[in-house]
């Protein structure tokens, strides 16, 4: 008897899974590829005891999964080369209108977590600093610290003890000298070289915001003794960092951008999957080949994107035999389902014929839901004739029938962009948009047709 859906469809788990891989030893074969991008990674690492790095690509190519993994194999050091670093289990994600203080008091917290989870999975105890950081995080009440230690070394017998009140009444430079002590004691108690420290969707912030927050941080946390500070951001966040903050720029050790992974690499990064995670003697793809790299082809390498559909078919197809099954007023009876269920399949595969109408199915509700206008459609059209656009003097917007450049800017591509529709990159300070995967789609079924 099986209970869960996969179960029906022969798998423990979801094959499809969109997650990030995790800081963990199970996740370390699902990665694929990324064989030169690891060794430019742990280079870079191994070559000093903190810094900057800077992590790049287009939305689910696969950076935290990446990330993670290098992570994991440094922390356990299984990794080729590189030194012992602490991973960053909690990162800290930034939000809109963040100022360089709420950034720094969620370092802070995501520091003293991913602290705090190493520490129970290793059984060692939290140092005794960081303990009380943490306890003054969570009770947001006043409390002393010790800053002796870091500010005179070696073990510093000279202390200096410091009492701080609340949180949010805190100085930013204070907090600075927190996350300063909080690494010194992951080094000295935990015997790590550094620690990671992870700021996820740099992109959220607006130009200015970033410019204003990097160059904060330049002089304060990104000083920081024996912390790697790690920014996860959008495809071209180097370059906007060396257009908008070159002094910044300077300080970085080498960035990576991710590109997407081959083909065959996505291929093994199914097999493995469905290897690990099918019931029984044989396993393959509940989703043909065919099918999901039709899918990774018009993503521009979104593996979020292939994976997420490759999930929803499968849904799609169980719920499809419910009602096959509750219309000819049968009991829901396993054996029926099980029947019906084979109609479809080919050798446990969904056959390609209701694979490519349910996508159909999903897109046109998908996209038919965002309510777009004929002119945002046509818009969509043309840039999928033009490939890539650039909006800037040269483009020839009026092609488009809009007016102004700012109109063409403000009313259709950030407007399409949020609504993830299109895909931004960014080039230093230029910025170009492309079809993303559901819009391809789109244009494919006809959708951005006039009707
Ligand atoms: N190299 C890889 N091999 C196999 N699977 C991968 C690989 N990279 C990513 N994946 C899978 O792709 C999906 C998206 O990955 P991930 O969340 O890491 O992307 P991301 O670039 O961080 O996305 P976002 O821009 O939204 O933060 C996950 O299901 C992950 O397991
Ligand atoms: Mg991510």
């Not at 219309?327 to 969904?350: C, H, P, S, W």
């Not at 800017?409 to 170009?432: A, D």
Request: charged letters at 20%.
């Amino acid at each position: 008897m099986s209970n869960s859906l996969w179960e029906k469809l022969g798998f423990r788990e979801n094959p499809y899974n969109t997650k990030p891989l995790n800081v963990i030893k199970s996740d370390v074969d699902l990665l694929m590829g990324r064989e030169t991008e690891q060794i430019d990674f742990l280079t870079a690492i191994e070559a000093d005891e903190q810094g900057i790095f800077v992590l790049s690509g287009v939305p689910g190519v696969g950076k935290t999964s990446f990330f993670n993994v290098q992570q994991y194999l440094l922390e356990s050091q299984e990794a080729p080369f590189g030194p012992k670093v602490l991973a960053a289990r909690k990162l800290c994600p930034i939000q809109q209108s963040d100022e360089p203080k709420n950034i720094a008091i969620r370092s802070i917290q995501s520091f003293c977590k991913s602290i705090e989870e190493y520490c129970n999975l290793t059984k060692n105890t939290i140092p005794a600093e960081t303990q009380k950081v943490q306890n003054w995080l969570y009770q947001n009440k006043p409390a002393s610290f010790n800053f002796g230690i870091t500010l005179f070394g070696h073990g510093g017998n000279i202390a200096r003890e410091v009492h701080l009140p609340s949180i949010n009444e805190t100085t930013y430079e204070t907090l600075v000298e927190l996350l300063t002590v909080i690494a010194y004691e992951v080094k000295t108690n935990l015997g790590f070289v550094s620690s990671f420290i992870v700021l996820d969707n740099m992109e959220n912030l607006h130009e200015e915001d970033l410019t204003e927050c990097l160059t904060t941080f330049r002089d304060t946390l990104f000083t920081i003794p024996n912390v790697w500070w790690v920014l996860i951001g959008q495809s071209g966040l180097p370059s906007l960092i060396q257009s908008t903050n070159p002094k910044v720029f300077q300080r970085l050790s080498t960035s990576i951008e991710l590109n997407p992974i081959s083909v065959e690499d996505l291929i093994k990064a199914v097999d493995i999957r469905v290897q690990r995670f099918h019931i029984g003697q044989q396993g393959s793809s509940p989703i043909s080949t065919e099918i999901y790299l039709k899918l990774f082809d018009s993503s521009n390498g979104e593996i979020r994107f292939v994976f997420n559909y490759c999930h929803d078919i499968c849904i799609n197809l169980v719920q499809t035999v419910r009602k096959i099954q509750s219309a000819q007023k049968k009991n829901l009876v396993e054996q029926d389902f099980e029947r019906l269920m084979g109609t479809y399949l080919v050798n446990n595969q969904i056959n390609d014929n209701f694979s490519n109408t349910c996508l159909n199915n999903i897109i046109s509700v998908e996209f038919n839901g965002l309510y777009l206008t004929r002119k945002e459609k046509m818009v969509l059209k043309r840039i999928g004739e033009l490939k890539k656009v650039k909006p800037n003097h040269y483009t020839e917007f009026k092609d488009f029938g809009i007016k102004t450049l700012q109109e063409f800017v403000s009313k259709y591509l950030v407007k399409l962009h949020q609504q993830y529709l299109l895909q931004k990159r960014q080039e230093g300070k230029i910025l170009t948009y492309e079809l993303r995967g559901i819009s391809v789609f789109a244009n494919e079924y006809g959708l951005l047709d006039e009707s």
